[in-house]
T-cell receptor
Framework: QKEVEQDPGPLSVPEGAIVSLNCTYS??????FMWYRQYSRKGPELLMY????GNKEDGRFTAQVDKSSKYISLFIRDSQPSDSATYLC???????????FGAGTRLFVKA | NAGVTQTPKFQVLKTGQSMTLQCAQD?????MSWYRQDPGMGLRLIHY???????DQGEVPNGYNVSRSTTEDFPLRLLSAAPSQTSVYFC??????????????FGQGTRLTVV
């Protein structure tokens, strides 16, 4: 079983839709949960950072962590064409300095 | 404030050649790291550094060397390039080197092709 599973998509939605992006993981030691956005031919940008379980909101973005199910989600409300990018989930545990990334989900928001 | 700067942006190497990918940050960040990104495999950690003079191996270190003589610079050296090292390479940094601190800033990447 892979340590992190992320559906590669592509996911195509109309402008204004609510988008749900998800990752599952197998390592119970993960304590820090991140979402990055990567535009084509650019470096990733840190979008959301969450410690342990719960929800975190930042503007149109909400990150949700369910440690009991080993499942994290990123919701994008009122999606815009500028949200079209690849979204990477990422994880860290308390035992070291290494961040584990998912392979990314490609999102297209159509105007 | 330029952030994380990587050079070159593109490079083609012949098998067996060596080269250095440059990475510099002007934010006085403690933590720096190198990743490679391959289709369908996500970002994989090559080497990282928690401060000047301190480096350690990541998930895929074979064939690569690093050094951190200053806080600002973290070059990645390919010792003898192989076609399997064809990839996009990203350098990243974070203000602090604590275990809770994830990669906060990435460079624009270097696209390397080994023929």
């Amino acid at each position: 079983q892979k340590e992190v599973e992320q559906d590669p998509g592509p996911l195509s939605v109309p402008e204004g839709a609510i988008v749900s992006l998800n990752c599952t993981y197998s390592n119970s030691a993960f304590q820090y949960f991140m979402w990055y956005r990567q535009y084509s031919r650019k470096g990733p940008e840190l979008l959301m950072y969450t410690y342990s379980s719960g929800n975190k909101e930042d503007g149109r973005f909400t990150a949700q962590v369910d440690k009991s199910s080993k499942y994290i989600s990123l919701f994008i409300r009122d999606s815009q064409p500028s949200d079209s990018a690849t979204y990477l989930c990422a994880f860290r545990n308390t035992g070291g300095f290494k961040t584990i990334f998912g392979a990314g989900t490609r999102l297209f928001v159509k105007a | 404030n330029a952030g994380v700067t990587q050079t070159p942006k593109f490079q083609v190497l012949k098998t067996g050649q060596s080269m250095t990918l440059q990475c510099a940050q002007d934010m006085n960040h403690e933590y720096m790291s190198w990743y490679r990104q391959d289709p369908g495999m996500g970002l994989r950690l090559i080497h990282y550094s928690v401060g000047a003079g301190i480096t350690d191996q990541g998930e895929v270190p074979n064939g690569y060397n690093v050094s951190r003589s200053t806080t600002e610079d973290f070059p990645l050296r390919l010792l003898s390039a192989a076609p399997s090292q064809t990839s996009v390479y990203f350098c990243a940094s974070s203000p602090r080197a604590g275990k809770e601190n994830t990669e906060a800033f990435f460079g624009q990447g270097t696209r390397l092709t080994v023929v």
